[in-house]
């Protein structure tokens, strides 16, 4: 086994074995970083799946009789209230379980469409493998807003397409918008560690025995890039939450009806709080935006980290 | 090498077409330019909207729809915006040059600034310094432009003159209202906040990147001869270190300026600042084709000219790929 | 004997890793006479590399140092970072394994030997490149001022070797090491080299430590021996000695696993290397050692004379076997 002190490398040194997996972990755990931010994900998300429970009115609910708007925090309200006198940490809990589940959904069909993609053009090459790079490259190229904005438009004023996803503003709408642009990072990333593996002995003798292009793709190539798509997953996750806060922000975002909100949503309120100077309505949504994703960032990196084979025998 | 810029620049021209087309197809289908012409001027005469349609190559079919604006396009026989039928071409022109202003500062700025965190952070791996700019490039992107940019608008535009009852930092526009003439300082002034907020992404990106690849430089095979020829150690960083880790630092850097545009867009609708990202913002929810397609043809033509700058400069540094 | 240009004593090596402290060399002396190519052959994990990095001072932070290294009676080890500048280079140069790697990938060829020579000599840019396309045509490149000009890619191996070798001679060091250069390298290039060093011995009387995990390299140019085992010299001596009439089992069962005429089947030594994070105390071939007895184990064993060599093998005298059949 090989040990890489940096950049110096001592050769045959017995060492009890580890599977992959618990290296990694071990490794991932040694971050301390990522420990903490899935702490705070983890009492994130659970407040939000434990809503109602975790919430203190309604979503649409006044918080008292009028007058009730642009209530500072107190304990009537604990992050303050909205111009329409609704409760802020409420509507943020019920936001942010909207937002994640777009984050969440856009993020697993990115990556199985991105997965699929990927593995096929790193693995079959050929013209294939060049028009999607050329087109991806390009996608990813563009500032990502003025691409959502167009794209949004053109799918949005495509009849049919509007009939199986919904329409513009709807939830299933802006889902499959943010996956149109999520699988594109995905495919790349796997792409690239397909084309690493490809040379790589084990392939060749699983070639060499007969397999299948498809049988070699689904049980050797997938698996072994678990690694990758776990840390793609996680950045396709905070992309997803992120580009829907930047279409709500403008304006362009998912209107769920009967006064439900998101997190972008009340993030775009923040906007008019900066005039008025009620602060909190600024503040609060901003806060747990930024903390949403420094802690899956976090994650994302460690995760990188912890499966990054450079600690393996490579040499 | 000239040969490999020119090969290389010989793609561009039929990329951008291409794309330009695509664009068109999908503002036509989008943003229903017939409609919005109709909303924005009511009472319009059958022949003006003849012609508004002849100029943008709103023709029957997409194709010849295209080329005909096309070739409106490049014989400068542009049509005027659908919002008061004012000319394109001089407000987009001031545009574009406070734009180009704002993204050249906040590029070299942020540029210089995080490379240079990030060889930093790259020699002591793990020391205090290294974690600290990890935390700060990540907190950094984690960030939004627009969230720090309505921050730092609170900051100074409503507290620090409450506090400090003066402005130190204008939140919005180019030169404060009525301004005439060229000024410097008040320019300064009022592009410090928009360009640090675009600064912010670009070094948060630019320190990680450096970082990271200076790492796997520094741990390559040459770093040990380098060091085995008795060469000092500031040499042996810049010239065989740094050196070799700009390369793909350069390659990250075409696709970034894809989100510094994005960034430059937010932020200048936030401050108010008069650039091409405003005039985008407003001329797509207004439906203002006219004003929309040359906005487009610029973002267009800036991505592909950065893609084609960063793989020549690519070559440049690395001469393991002029085998082209 | 004439005075050692390198002299090494009590070298030891310890890094500091996640799994603990890894022991890689266990006081090691090392004597290079001038002009004498001296083979430094071992397994991986045997410490000759490690112990001619930390005569270097290539080594990274986390290795403890600790012994005498003296170089024409300058000692190294613990001298300030200028100090040792002035030595790298200059008299102690070394060649690395794979030279692919050893060369910086943007820089031309011609340019890092230049950068070689102009850290130690007050040379202009222009002699300094004249005396880069000399030192390539000593090392057999052809057409020396045109190859000057190319990238590292764009040699084969063994010529990228010779580039290595050219800029490490450039400065005509008193001693170079030579960290396994063949070993990345195709066999018949691989005598190419070893006669491009032998002629830079014979030419500028260069002292040559060649480090190598294989004996024919060995047989072929080295005029002495050093045998490493577990991060210690096991046995030492002239090469046709160690050959003729090894002392130490771990040397004999290195020459008997070579294929040589006559063998029907391979015998190879049984066993494995030990793990350096805990060392076996005593002699650290023990525990492989068909001839191995208790006293073997109990205390670490020095070189001591045997006949013309010098063996860490406390039953040398016992075991001798006579010339090597």
Same mark, same amino acid.
């Given at each position: 086994?090989?040990?890489?002190?940096?950049?110096?490398?001592l050769?045959?040194?017995?060492?009890?074995a580890?599977?992959?997996?618990?290296?990694?972990?071990?490794?991932?755990?040694?971050?301390?970083?990522?420990?903490?931010?899935?702490?705070?994900?983890?009492?994130?998300v659970?407040?939000?799946?434990l809503?109602?429970?975790?919430?203190?009115?309604?979503?649409n609910?006044?918080?008292?009789?009028?007058p009730?708007?642009?209530l500072?925090?107190?304990k009537?309200?604990?992050?303050?209230?909205d111009d329409?006198?609704?409760?802020?940490?409420?509507?943020?809990?019920?936001?942010?379980?909207?937002s994640?589940?777009?984050?969440?959904?856009?993020?697993?069909?990115?990556?199985?469409?991105?997965c699929?993609?990927?593995?096929?053009?790193?693995?079959?090459?050929?013209?294939?493998?060049?028009v999607?790079?050329?087109?991806?490259?390009?996608?990813?190229?563009?500032?990502?807003?003025?691409?959502?904005?167009?794209?949004?438009n053109?799918?949005?004023?495509?009849?049919w397409?509007?009939?199986?996803?919904?329409?513009?503003?709807?939830?299933?709408?802006?889902?499959?918008l943010?996956?149109?642009?999520?699988?594109?990072?995905?495919?790349?990333?796997?792409?690239?560690?397909?084309?690493?593996?490809?040379?790589?002995?084990?392939?060749?003798?699983?070639?060499a025995?007969?397999?299948?292009?498809?049988?070699?793709?689904?049980?050797?190539?997938?698996?072994?890039?678990?690694?990758?798509?776990?840390?793609?997953?996680?950045?396709?996750?905070?992309?997803?939450?992120?580009?829907?806060?930047?279409?709500?922000?403008?304006?362009?975002?998912?209107?769920?009806?009967?006064?439900?909100?998101?997190?972008?949503?009340l993030?775009?309120?923040?906007?008019?709080?900066?005039?008025t100077?009620?602060?909190?309505?600024?503040?609060?949504?901003?806060?747990?935006?930024?903390?949403?994703?420094?802690c899956?960032?976090?994650?994302?990196?460690?995760?990188?980290?912890?499966?990054?084979?450079?600690?393996?025998?490579?040499? | 090498m000239?040969?490999?810029?020119?090969?290389?620049?010989a793609? !561009?021209?039929?990329?951008?077409?291409?794309?330009?087309?695509?664009?068109?197809?999908a503002?036509?289908?989008?943003?229903?330019?017939?409609a919005?012409?109709?909303?924005?001027?009511p009472?319009?005469?059958?022949?003006?909207?003849?012609?508004?349609?002849?100029?943008?190559?709103?023709?029957?079919?997409?194709?010849?729809?295209?080329?005909?604006?096309l070739?409106?396009?490049?014989?400068?026989?542009?049509?005027?915006?659908?919002?008061?039928?004012?000319?394109?071409?001089?407000?987009?022109?001031?545009?574009?040059?406070?734009?180009?202003?704002?993204?050249?500062? !906040?590029?070299?700025?942020?540029?210089?600034?995080?490379?240079?965190?990030?060889?930093?952070?790259?020699?002591?791996?793990?020391?205090?310094?290294?974690?600290?700019?990890?935390?700060?490039?990540?907190?950094?992107?984690?960030?939004?432009?627009?969230?720090? !940019?309505i921050?730092?608008?609170?900051?100074?535009?409503?507290?620090?003159?409450k506090?400090?009852?003066?402005?130190?930092?204008?939140?919005s526009?180019?030169?404060?209202?009525?301004?005439?003439?060229?000024?410097?300082?008040l320019?300064?002034?009022?592009?410090?906040?928009?360009?640090?907020?675009?600064?912010?992404?670009?070094?948060?990106?630019?320190s990680?990147?450096?970082?990271?690849?200076?790492?796997?430089?520094?741990?390559?095979?040459y770093?040990?001869?380098?060091?085995?020829?008795?060469?000092?150690?500031?040499?042996?960083?810049?010239?065989h270190?740094?050196?070799?880790?700009l390369?793909?630092?350069?390659?990250?850097?075409?696709?970034?300026?894809?989100?510094?545009?994005?960034?430059?867009?937010?932020?200048?609708?936030?401050?108010?600042?008069?650039?091409?990202?405003?005039?985008?913002l407003?001329?797509?929810?207004?439906?203002?084709f006219p004003?929309?397609?040359?906005?487009?043809?610029?973002?267009?033509?800036?991505?592909?000219?950065?893609?084609?700058?960063?793989?020549?400069?690519?070559?440049?540094?690395d001469?393991?790929?002029?085998?082209? | 004997?004439?005075?050692?240009?390198?002299?090494?004593?009590?070298?030891?090596?310890?890094?500091?890793?996640?799994?603990?402290?890894?022991?890689?060399?266990?006081?090691?002396?090392?004597?290079?006479?001038?002009?004498?190519?001296l083979?430094?052959?071992?397994?991986?994990?045997?410490?000759?590399?490690?112990?001619?990095?930390?005569?270097?001072g290539?080594?990274?932070?986390?290795?403890t140092?600790?012994?005498?290294?003296?170089?024409?009676?300058?000692?190294?080890?613990?001298?300030?970072?200028?100090?040792?500048?002035?030595?790298?280079?200059?008299?102690?140069?070394?060649?690395?394994?794979?030279?692919?790697?050893?060369?910086?990938?943007?820089?031309?060829?011609?340019?890092?030997?230049v950068?070689?020579?102009?850290?130690h000599?007050?040379?202009?840019?222009?002699?300094?490149?004249?005396?880069?396309?000399?030192?390539?045509?000593?090392?057999?490149?052809?057409?020396?001022?045109?190859?000057?000009?190319?990238?590292?890619?764009?040699?084969?191996?063994?010529?990228?070797?010779r580039?290595?070798?050219?800029?490490?001679?450039?400065?005509?060091?008193?001693?170079l090491?030579?960290?396994?250069?063949?070993?990345?390298?195709?066999?018949?290039?691989?005598?190419?080299?070893?006669?491009?060093?032998?002629?830079?011995?014979?030419?500028?009387?260069?002292?040559?430590?060649?480090?190598?995990?294989?004996?024919?390299?060995?047989?072929?140019?080295?005029?002495?021996?050093?045998v490493?085992?577990?991060?210690?010299?096991?046995?030492s001596?002239?090469?046709?000695?160690?050959?003729?009439?090894?002392?130490?089992?771990?040397?004999?069962?290195?020459?008997?696993?070579?294929?040589?005429?006559?063998?029907?089947?391979?015998?190879?030594?049984?066993?494995f290397?030990?793990?350096?994070?805990?060392p076996p105390?005593?002699?650290?071939?023990?525990?492989?050692?068909?001839?191995?007895?208790?006293?073997?184990?109990?205390?670490?064993?020095s070189?001591?004379?045997?006949?013309?060599?010098?063996t860490?093998?406390?039953?040398?005298?016992e075991?001798?076997?006579?010339?090597r059949?």
């Amino acid at each position: 086994m090989q040990f890489l002190i940096r950049g110096f490398v001592l050769t045959n040194t017995v060492i009890p074995a580890m599977s992959p997996r618990q290296m990694a972990w071990r490794r991932f755990a040694g971050h301390k970083a990522a420990l903490v931010c899935s702490a705070i994900l983890g009492l994130l998300v659970l407040a939000v799946v434990l809503s109602p429970l975790t919430t203190r009115y309604g979503v649409n609910e006044s918080v008292k009789a009028p007058p009730n708007s642009y209530l500072p925090p107190s304990k009537l309200a604990w992050l303050g209230t909205d111009d329409i006198g609704r409760d802020l940490y409420s509507r943020l809990i019920y936001g942010t379980r909207v937002s994640l589940l777009i984050g969440l959904f856009s993020a697993f069909i990115s990556v199985f469409v991105g997965c699929v993609v990927g593995a096929v053009a790193g693995f079959r090459g050929g013209r294939f493998d060049d028009v999607i790079m050329r087109v991806t490259d390009l996608f990813l190229a563009f500032p990502f807003l003025v691409a959502l904005l167009v794209v949004r438009n053109m799918f949005g004023s495509i009849g049919w397409l509007t009939f199986i996803v919904g329409e513009v503003s709807s939830l299933r709408f802006i889902i499959f918008l943010l996956s149109f642009f999520g699988w594109m990072g995905v495919a790349r990333i796997v792409r690239g560690q397909v084309l690493a593996l490809k040379e790589r002995e084990f392939i060749e003798a699983a070639r060499a025995s007969g397999a299948s292009r498809s049988y070699i793709i689904k049980r050797h190539l997938i698996p072994n890039s678990i690694g990758p798509i776990m840390v793609a997953l996680t950045f396709s996750v905070v992309g997803a939450i992120s580009g829907e806060a930047t279409l709500s922000f403008f304006g362009y975002g998912p209107q769920p009806g009967a006064g439900a909100t998101s997190l972008g949503l009340l993030v775009g309120q923040a906007k008019g709080a900066v005039q008025t100077g009620f602060w909190w309505i600024a503040l609060f949504p901003c806060l747990v935006l930024v903390i949403i994703s420094l802690c899956i960032n976090f994650i994302g990196d460690a995760l990188r980290d912890a499966t990054d084979p450079r600690m393996d025998a490579g040499k | 090498m000239f040969r490999f810029a020119l090969r290389r620049s010989a793609w !561009a021209i039929p990329t951008l077409l291409l794309v330009t087309f695509l664009v068109y197809i999908a503002l036509r289908m989008g943003t229903d330019p017939l409609a919005s012409y109709m909303r924005s001027n009511p009472r319009a005469t059958r022949s003006k909207i003849a012609q508004y349609k002849e100029l943008n190559g709103l023709g029957s079919n997409y194709v010849t729809g295209y080329f005909s604006w096309l070739q409106n396009f490049v014989t400068f026989n542009w049509p005027n915006s659908i919002k008061g039928s004012r000319e394109v071409w001089p407000e987009l022109k001031d545009a574009i040059a406070n734009s180009a202003r704002l993204g050249i500062a !906040a590029t070299t700025v942020g540029v210089s600034i995080g490379l240079t965190i990030g060889i930093f952070a790259a020699l002591r791996p793990g020391g205090k310094r290294d974690v600290a700019v990890n935390t700060a490039a990540f907190v950094g992107i984690s960030i939004p432009p627009y969230i720090s !940019a309505i921050l730092l608008q609170l900051l100074f535009a409503v507290y620090w003159s409450k506090w400090f009852g003066n402005t130190l930092f204008p939140t919005s526009g180019v030169y404060p209202p009525g301004q005439d003439g060229f000024d410097l300082v008040l320019m300064l002034k009022h592009m410090a906040l928009p360009t640090f907020v675009v600064a912010i992404q670009v070094i948060a990106v630019y320190s990680r990147y450096m970082r990271s690849s200076l790492l796997d430089v520094l741990n390559s095979d040459y770093m040990r001869t380098a060091r085995s020829k008795g060469l000092s150690e500031f040499r042996i960083l810049m010239r065989h270190g740094v050196r070799n880790a700009l390369i793909p630092v350069i390659t990250i850097a075409a696709l970034d300026i894809g989100a510094i545009v994005g960034g430059l867009i937010i932020t200048e609708n936030i401050f108010d600042y008069p650039g091409t990202g405003k005039y985008f913002l407003s001329a797509f929810g207004n439906g203002d084709f006219p004003l929309l397609m040359p906005l487009m043809v610029i973002i267009v033509a800036s991505v592909l000219l950065f893609n084609l700058l960063a793989d020549i400069s690519y070559a440049i540094l690395d001469p393991r790929i002029r085998l082209d | 004997m004439s005075e050692s240009v390198l002299k090494i004593r009590d070298l030891r090596v310890t890094f500091n890793t996640q799994l603990g402290e890894l022991r890689a060399v266990r006081g090691v002396d090392v004597d290079v006479t001038p002009g004498e190519i001296l083979g430094v052959v071992g397994e991986s994990g045997s410490g000759k590399s490690v112990s001619f990095l930390a005569a270097m001072g290539l080594l990274p932070k986390s290795a403890t140092i600790t012994g005498s290294v003296e170089l024409d009676g300058v000692e190294l080890i613990g001298a300030g970072r200028k100090a040792i500048r002035s030595v790298r280079g200059k008299s102690l140069a070394m060649v690395f394994q794979d030279p692919l790697s050893a060369l910086n990938p943007v820089h031309r060829v011609g340019d890092q030997i230049v950068e070689m020579i102009q850290s130690h000599q007050d040379m202009n840019t222009h002699d300094a490149e004249k005396k880069a396309v000399e030192l390539l045509e000593i090392v057999g490149i052809p057409q020396p001022d045109e190859r000057a000009l190319q990238y590292p890619h764009e040699f084969s191996g063994g010529m990228r070797q010779r580039v290595v070798i050219a800029m490490a001679i450039a400065n005509n060091p008193k001693v170079l090491i030579a960290d396994e250069p063949t070993t990345a390298l195709d066999v018949t290039v691989q005598a190419q080299i070893l006669e491009v060093i032998q002629r830079v011995q014979q030419t500028f009387g260069t002292a040559v430590v060649l480090i190598t995990h294989d004996l024919g390299v060995i047989a072929r140019v080295a005029d002495s021996v050093n045998v490493m085992y577990a991060g210690r010299n096991v046995e030492s001596g002239s090469v046709q000695s160690i050959f003729d009439h090894p002392s130490h089992p771990y040397t004999r069962g290195l020459l008997s696993s070579l294929p040589h005429e006559g063998i029907e089947r391979l015998h190879p030594i049984a066993g494995f290397p030990p793990n350096m994070l805990a060392p076996p105390s005593g002699c650290g071939f023990a525990p492989r050692c068909q001839h191995a007895i208790e006293a073997c184990s109990a205390e670490l064993p020095s070189l001591s004379s045997f006949e013309d060599l010098l063996t860490s093998c406390i039953r040398a005298d016992e075991l001798r076997v006579g010339r090597r059949s």
